[in-house]
């Protein structure tokens, strides 16, 4: 079972409810951070909110949705420590976690179906870092983070 912190805007909400009832019959413990309807909202702080959920370790991995996701990306990129990644198709998933131990997924639901969402989301929660060289490169990433 993983922990899973999840948060979306307004134009996410609809594909975040169906991904919460998926993950929860997959059997994961789930944080949801809102929002909790299509009624337009400032996505930053229910981003930055997934983020600190996974920095502080109360989540293993996030998930943020928003109608592109590009903007929940960037908010939840914010938080130190969080590497999220966006992905609306399965090569991103899979080089997000596997090549650059992406620990937030970010989906725009206004691009991905909901059938290749839950695709998406299987393979990112699915796929193992490969650490090796890889590692090398997400401790240079974590070193550029550390300079502020």
């Known amino acids: 079972m993983t ?12 594909l975040k409810t169906h991904l919460c ?7 994961h413990d789930l944080t949801d951070l809102g929002t909790d309807s299509t009624e337009p909202v ?22 943020v949705l928003g ?3 590009q903007g929940e990306q960037i908010a939840a990129n ?3 420590g969080v590497r999220a990644a966006l ?14 131990d ?5 989906m725009g639901a206004r691009v991905v179906g909901v059938g290749l969402a839950e695709e998406i989301l ?5 796929t193992p870092f490969d650490g090796g060289r890889h590692q090398r490169r997400v401790d240079l990433i974590d070193d550029i983070e550390a300079e502020g």
Do not use: Q
Not at 4 to 9: L, M, N, V, Y
Not at 21 to 27: I, Y
Not at 102 to 106: E, K, R, Y
């Open 102 to 106: 992406a620990n937030v997924l970010a």
């Open 122 to 126: 299987a393979l990112f929660l699915n």
């Open 21 to 27: 009832e998926l993950l929860e019959e997959w059997g």
């Open 67 to 69: 109608g592109s996701g």
């Open 78 to 80: 914010k938080v130190r």
């Open 42 to 63: 400032d996505y930053p702080p229910i981003m930055a909110s997934v983020g600190r959920t996974v920095r502080d370790g109360h989540a293993d991995l996030g998930i």
């Open 3 to 14: 922990r899973i912190a999840i948060g979306a805007d307004h134009a996410g909400y609809p």
């Open 87 to 100: 992905c609306n198709d399965l090569y991103t998933a899979r080089m997000a976690r596997s090549h650059n």
